[in-house]
């Protein structure tokens, strides 16, 4: 049967339910969101004189809810124009709207019978065959089909988002014994390609598969601290990016959520685990049970393992508990030695296998924490997964971890790590054992680029479902390399496509990158059809090397300066020029040089959450790798005769001059850094393949190298009298500084061509030594090194 969606309801406006409906918009789909009817008035409905029945007064709910969210940061939409996709009403008044919609969420109170009565409404309205989903996290799901339709039971399941739903890729699917299996297989792929989901397929177990994990690691892991006396600061340092975790890591995350809810799940798995053979973790250790008694439960309360406060001048400050005394203080900060050992380790496995073996507290910490979770979750199988990626699947996608626990126990090496577990007391499960003993060492496996996982069952190395068509350059790295430097890494992905890796600290751009772009070009040139420019990292680039740049300014080498920015150019035009087309597959951060890049592609095929932007004015400058030239041409393509040919340029102009990025690829497109025939992929894991086959589409479509464009109009005086009135009027109110007055005036030169006495057609190369000379320029002012030596040592921008 086909099913298509188009149309969704979503009962229950809260943080979950309205966070769900703005992902759903994202993806264009019409959205119904309901919620209750209130009892009483306000003091302010009666003060305008509204009554019980008038609509907006039946509507607060869910009215109020979804305005919070409009609002909310981090922003459920990726544009707030997409909010015009959802539809607000009530339960009372507008459940019968449901009869038009394709799939019914269900996302009101964790209360089983208040979601019964939900459902009763649902049955009346629901036409037969639309899916029915709930999104609950700890009510088992098959308790809710009682009472309830065949028609119903078939097409029901659980649905259980991760919130926020548009940042946490996790969406665990839950069927009953009665849900029809070509309703979870739809989910599953639905969840995967349209919404851009890791979907993982649960049993109907207590906490499903992610929280029972990560809950029994959150509260395992809060004895652990207690026991070894640690303080709050020396844990988040510990547990955040430097295991390629969120940096929210352990209490700061704990106040994030709310302890109350912590508390809550975890005390509900005690109560429903009696079997669980570590079921005393889930018990609450002191350092949480009495914050949760004083009832500081963190954000929600204003205080919990921190503090937000001002200090005697006035400026905000963030104070840390002392888990002793239960008194607030300053922040403390972990110094370990282990932590010195890898802070210049930039591969996240070497640093793992660095951290958990290293001699001092810190690597105790880690040996107690890691042993015992691996521990756990070799227990739980078959108990809550079936396979053992579906665990690492749900915990990294759930909880944004790099690596799953059993990748990352294949990193410190199995067999070696069983045997420190059992020094510590932490024997694993059985088949861990006999996995061993059949000479199988590794919980993962690369056979021909594809990633397999050690099935439980047959005991031997399975494809992970679903992956069949992803490009993962982990999985390439044995034999398809086919050049590589310290920055770079060239891959054959296949069907005549190469694939250029960067791996430089944030991805930045400098000499070793920008080899690897001209390299792969020649390469592809010579023997292959197209060009993939992209990574599996959180970013693609955040820039071009300013730390080269900052050194050769300060010894005022100009002329290894200039060469260093012609170079930069030449790289970019070489992307734009090359013989074969050439895509760029930005996710995460693309910012000055990435983005620069980006723009002289073929072909942009963006991740959804892509932040892009040409910042270069934050550190004294002007985008000089053919961004203000790129922005510049893309005016000129624009103009449209009868229209001020002046308003697209000025557009350009201030987007550059204010260091705007857009915070996601609907933005970005909005900026005009993608253009109308670049595409977005929702789902991070498809980005590279996605971006394969686009190149694929251009060679087999006859690509034919581009021609260098000199045909580029500019305005001259006109557009630089016009921009500099706009400066001095920023300036006059104090919104700019002198030095911010000098750099937009040098981006005008350049993008109005210089003081042309009229509008005049230039070439790209012209453009491009304008913003050559006006870059170099910039180089030379103190101000501008004082802005690039506050990023660079401190990481802040400067504003002088």
């Known amino acids: 049967m086909k099913r298509t969606i188009n149309k969704v309801a979503v009962l229950g406006s809260g943080i979950m339910g309205s966070r769900i409906a703005a992902h759903f918009a994202n993806i264009g789909t019409e959205v119904l969101l309901l919620d209750i009817v209130p009892k009483e008035l306000t003091e302010q409905e009666k003060a305008k004189g509204l009554t019980i029945d008038h609509p907006l007064v039946r509507n607060r709910i869910v009215n109020d809810s979804f305005n919070g969210a409009v609002k909310s940061k981090p922003a459920p939409f ?6 015009q996709h959802v539809t607000l009403g009530n339960f009372e008044d507008n459940m ?3 009869v038009d919609c394709d799939w019914i969420i269900e996302v009101v109170v964790e209360n089983l019978k208040i979601k019964k009565i939900v459902f009763d ?8 065959g639309t899916l029915i989903t709930s999104n609950t996290s700890g009510i088992p799901i098959h308790l809710m089909l009682e009472g309830r339709s065949e028609d119903f039971q078939k097409h029901f399941c659980g649905t259980h988002f991760f919130n926020p739903p548009r940042y946490l890729r996790l969406l665990e699917i839950i069927p009953t014994q009665k849900t029809d299996p070509e309703i979870i297989d739809f989910l599953m792929h639905y969840g995967d390609l349209f919404l851009g989901k890791t979907t993982v397929l649960c049993k109907d177990t207590p906490a499903f598969i992610a929280n029972r994990i990560g809950i029994y690691a959150i509260m395992s892991g809060m004895h652990t601290i207690e026991d070894m006396e640690m303080t709050v600061g020396e844990v988040d340092r510990l547990t955040g990016p430097v295991l390629g975790r969120p940096k929210s890591a352990t209490f700061r ?10 508390v809550k799940v975890a005390s509900n798995l005690y109560e429903g685990l009696p079997q669980d053979e570590s079921r005393d973790a889930f018990k609450l250790p002191k350092i949480v049970s009495e914050l949760h008694d004083r009832k500081w439960w963190g954000d929600k309360t204003k205080q919990g393992y921190f503090k937000k406060t001002k200090n005697e001048k006035g400026e905000r400050e963030i104070l840390e508990l002392d888990l002793k005394t239960y008194e607030y203080g300053p922040r403390t900060r972990a110094k370990y030695q282990a932590l010195e050992a890898v802070k210049d380790e930039e591969d996240l496995k070497t640093r793992i296998k660095t951290l958990v073996n290293f001699k001092d507290k810190a690597g105790e910490f880690y040996r107690r924490t890691f042993y015992d979770i691996f521990k756990y979750c070799s227990f739980r199988i078959p108990e809550i997964a079936d396979d053992l990626y579906k665990i690492d699947q749900a915990v990294s996608a759930g909880f944004a971890w790099e690596l799953g626990p059993f990748e990352t126990w294949d990193v410190l090496g199995v067999e070696e790590t069983v045997k420190h577990m059992e020094e510590t007391g932490n024997k694993p499960s059985q088949w861990v054992y006999d996995m061993i003993e059949g000479g199988i060492t590794s919980f993962y496996s690369n056979e021909n680029g594809q990633r397999k996982y050690y099935d439980i069952t047959s005991k031997t190395y399975q494809t992970i479902p679903g992956t069949e068509g992803f490009v993962l350059l982990d999985n390439l790295r044995e034999n398809k390399v086919v050049w590589s430097n310290k920055g770079a890494t060239i891959f054959d992905i296949g069907d005549g496509i190469l694939n250029l890796e960067f791996h430089t600290k944030m991805n930045s751009m400098g000499p070793e990158v920008v080899q690897g772009i001209h390299t792969v070009i020649n390469l592809a040139e010579e023997n292959y059809r197209g060009v993939v420019i992209g990574n599996e990292g959180q970013n693609f680039s955040a820039g071009a090397n300013l730390a080269m740049l900052f050194m050769y300014a300060c010894e005022q080498e100009f002329d290894e300066v200039n060469l260093m920015i012609a170079q930069f150019q030449k790289t970019m035009m070489r992307a734009r020029y090359s013989s074969v087309p050439v895509v760029i597959a930005p996710s995460g951060m693309a910012l000055g040089g990435g983005c620069e890049l980006s723009l002289h592609s073929d072909k942009i095929q963006a991740h959804a959450e892509t932040y892009m932007g040409l910042v270069e004015v934050g550190v004294g400058l002007i985008p000089a790798g053919g961004g203000t030239k790129e922005m510049t041409l893309r005016a000129s393509d624009a ?7 002046l308003n697209k340029l000025q557009e350009h102009f201030m ?10 690829a609907h933005e970005v497109r909005e900026l005009g850094y993608i253009r109308p025939s670049d595409q977005i992929t929702i789902n991070r894991s498809r980005l590279l393949a996605d971006a394969k086959a686009s190149a694929i589409e251009l060679a087999e479509a006859g690509y034919t190298k581009p021609v260098e464009r000199k045909d580029i109009k500019v305005q001259g005086k006109t557009g630089l009298a016009l921009f500099q009135a706009g400066i001095m009027g920023m300036k006059y109110g104090n919104y700019i500084s002198d030095h911010d007055v000098k750099i937009a005036q040098k981006l005008s030169w350049v993008m109005n061509g210089g003081d042309l006495s009229s509008p005049t057609m230039v070439s790209e190369q012209y453009l491009l030594d304008l913003e050559r000379e006006a870059f170099l320029s910039l180089t030379g002012e103190k101000k501008t090194l004082e802005r690039i030596q506050s990023i660079l040592f401190k990481g802040k921008p400067l504003r002088n």
């Open 96 to 98: 019968k709207d449901i």
């Open 253 to 262: 995350t704990m106040d994030v959520v709310g302890l109350d809810t912590t």
């Open 78 to 83: 990726y544009n707030k124009d997409l909010s």
């Open 639 to 645: 103009y449209v005769t009868g229209d001020p040919e």
């Open 655 to 664: 987007n550059i001059a204010t260091a705007k990025v857009g915070t996601s």
């Open 121 to 128: 409404q649902v049955e009346k309205f629901r036409k037969p």
